[in-house]
């Protein structure tokens, strides 16, 4: 496969409670100054959303995608895009590619990051009031409490590509949870 140059190659919070007896799996893990960099650059408007890829041939961006561009500017992870694909790829600096994902991030950004590298991407809790239906009804527990009651627990990849999260709903989560 033809490839172009890589890219970058120089280059405790408490948990949080979402419901009775409900935490959130990864809290606490996500290192602070990189958890705060990634809520900015989601919030910055530089970086488009997209789905399906981390990063696509138009440049739109999974929320993991612009995590792993601020691992590339820290140097910590590749980024390559083949001559004739339509997405980036991600791998850490060793240059071996076959590691390479478009899909979700390389473990190694998952290590620096700190949220770890064993999983594919931080799961998060999402209030029913940001879930909306395939036929546009918004999802309702109908419970008669008052609260934001929670209805779903789903990766990053998922929020992003499927429950249709915007950037800024992404960024709140992974304030508050990760």
């Known amino acids: 496969m033809e490839t172009e140059e890589p890219?970058?190659?120089n280059s405790n919070n408490d948990s949080a409670e979402?419901?009775?007896?409900?935490t959130v799996p990864n809290a606490g893990k996500m290192?602070?100054?990189i958890r705060a960099a990634w809520v900015a650059a989601l919030r910055s408007g530089e970086y488009?959303?997209?789905k399906a890829n981390l990063r696509a041939a138009d440049n739109t961006y999974c929320c993991l995608g612009v995590l792993c561009e601020l691992a590339v500017q820290a140097g910590v992870a590749r980024a390559?895009?083949?001559k004739a694909g339509d997405r980036w790829l991600y791998y850490g600096t060793s240059h071996l590619r076959e590691?390479?994902?478009g899909g979700y991030p390389p473990p190694v950004v998952g290590t620096w990051s700190g949220w770890g590298g064993e999983i594919d991407a931080p799961v998060v809790t999402v209030p029913a009031a940001w879930l909306v239906s395939s036929t546009g009804h918004q999802y309702s527990d109908d419970g008669d409490d008052g609260a934001d009651n929670v209805i779903a627990r789903m990766d990053l990849v998922t929020a992003n590509d499927r429950a249709g999260l915007t950037?800024?709903?992404i960024a709140q989560l992974i304030e508050e949870q990760l």
């Open 7 to 9: 890219e970058g190659s």
């Open 18 to 22: 979402m419901g009775q007896d409900q």
């Open 31 to 33: 290192d602070p100054g």
């Open 48 to 50: 488009q959303q997209g």
């Open 80 to 82: 390559w895009r083949a």
């Open 99 to 101: 590691n390479a994902s």
């Open 167 to 169: 950037f800024e709903q």
